[in-house]
């Protein structure tokens, strides 16, 4: 019995020895601060971050030498295995979301400054014109060559995000890794559980101040935000944000203000959460009634949260949000 207290602690130094240390790295990528945590050894971190920098050498609209600014230049061309296993994903949610997600709508969102930041109000004649271009079912993809229609710009910008994050998962994943957390920009992806088996808790921003509208607990789950308060303009008292509606050619304005979308796939949830801003309430109920793999978060114009029925154990508002009614989506 004496050695009982010695046994105990023995034990506890054997299980603390098991427990991996956290190794970090923050880094600024695809125009956003990222931030890798993983609790195994560090070349994991260093691996991702090679990882994420080769996919923004691939897929950066911007960056010159990329596979979508070559094809951007001349119309036509071969990208790399990885640029057509993306693009061919991001088509299929194109037409899932009936054109809410358009990854030919470039033209549109460089005409409205979004990516030089130099913002201005495109006239009604121009955006009729731009959005002439715009058609991402008339994308042809055939063994890595791409062919684009005539006016069309590639941009990935809505999908890479999510990803990249499932690359790095899946590596991580393979390497034996039991616990992790990618973050890019607030598109987060937990990777297993918390080192002490919990689940990863992952917060998701007030649109209306600096705090949080809630929290989801979640473990091998993607967790992905679009908001209009994230990247926007404003002339006369009008916001105009950086996600851009297909059909009009002018920025969004569905009455959400904050959509996150929930589930396995990173780089199904980045374009969801794209394409339900786009798509607003009604719609993004259909969308959701109609396929599985993914749940919602939704924040109105009004701070009105909805959530999918698959949330309802796992969302819980904070800030301020604790008495606000939580409208429930369900199936049936
Ligand atoms: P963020 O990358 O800022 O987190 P999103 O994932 O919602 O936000 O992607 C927004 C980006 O996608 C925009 O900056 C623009 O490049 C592009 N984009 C804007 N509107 C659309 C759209 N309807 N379909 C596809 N891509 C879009
Ligand atoms: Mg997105």
Known sequence: MRRLPLLAAALALLLAGCVPTARSSTLFAMDTVMELTVYGPRERVDEAAELIHDAEGLLSVTAEGSDIALLNSAGEGEVHGETAALLARAL???ALTDGALDITVYPLVRAWGFTTGEYRIPEDGEIEKLLEGVDYASVRLEDGAVTLPRGALLDLGAVAKGWTADLIAEG???AGVKSGLINLGGNVMAVGSKPNGGDWVVGIRDPFSDGLVGAVSVRDAAVVTSGGYQRYFEEDGVRYCHIIDPQTGRPADSGL?????IGAEGVLCDGLSTAVYVMGLDAAEELWRENAGFEL???????EIYITEGLEDVFTPMDGYENTEIQVIRRG
Do not use: K, N, P
């Not at 203000?257 to 979308?261: A, C």
């Not at 978060?297 to 701070?303: I, S």
């Open 92 to 94: 299929e949610i194109c």
């Open 172 to 174: 991580w994943r393979e």
């Open 257 to 261: 203000t904050s959509v996150t979308v």
């Open 297 to 303: 978060a939704l924040v109105t114009d009004e701070g």
